[in-house]
């Protein structure tokens, strides 16, 4: 065989071996800067995408109309370096799960809390998570919900600014998440666990 087609069939061996590994996991925490920019963090996620998702609603936009939808983030990650599990683990101590009317400044459904799992699997950690969580603050209510994966909208077009908006306007990201109240919030709840 000559050299260009094995290097050929290897890079596309090699292709097919990292989307294999590629998974994606669907999480809302309130402001979708802060968890992506709190995703982007951890080792083995390859991306995270802002958008919305859990509403019926076809193609909501940010400032037109998301009603009925969660401001959330779509996170693809390499299997062989993070678990869902360790996803998991990372979301938690970045939300407050006892706020039943948003996140931190930000008060509305779409800045509710939720977790969307799109197997049996995810399931069941999602759900063996949220126990653990429950069992930790025991007098107070855990109230982020599992709910079943609905269709994901990317945050695109003219409102494309808001993907990786912690990176191009940081700035006015650090003043509106530490104006919010986020980070000293979270290190209330979950003292040194906080990823920020």
Not at 56 to 81: C, F, Q, S, W
Not at 137 to 152: D, G, N
Not at 172 to 178: A, G, S, T
Request: net charge positive.
């Amino acid at each position: 065989m000559k050299k260009s087609v094995l290097c050929a069939v290897t890079l596309i061996l090699l292709s097919t071996a990292q989307l294999a590994s590629a998974a994606t996991a669907l999480f809302a925490g309130g402001c979708f800067w802060c968890m992506e920019s709190d995703f982007e963090k951890l080792k083995g996620v390859t991306s995270v995408v802002s958008g919305f998702t859990g509403g019926a609603l076809i193609n909501p936009t940010y400032r037109g109309n998301h009603k009925g939808h969660y401001e959330a983030v779509e996170v693809t990650y390499d299997e062989n370096k993070v678990s869902y599990q360790q996803l998991l683990d990372h979301y938690w101590v970045n939300i407050d799960p006892f706020d039943g009317r948003g996140q931190f400044c930000d008060k509305g459904r779409s800045y509710l809390s939720a977790i969307f799992v799109a197997t049996d699997n995810e399931r069941r950690l999602a759900e063996r998570s949220r126990k653990k969580v429950v069992d930790e603050f025991k007098r107070q209510k855990v109230v982020t919900p599992i709910l079943s994966a609905a269709t994901f909208y990317p945050i695109k077009g003219n409102e494309s600014h808001h993907q990786d908006y912690y990176k191009h306007s940081s700035k006015r990201y650090k003043f509106y998440r530490w104006n919010c109240g986020r980070d000293q919030r979270l290190t209330e709840i979950w003292g040194d666990r906080v990823t920020h």
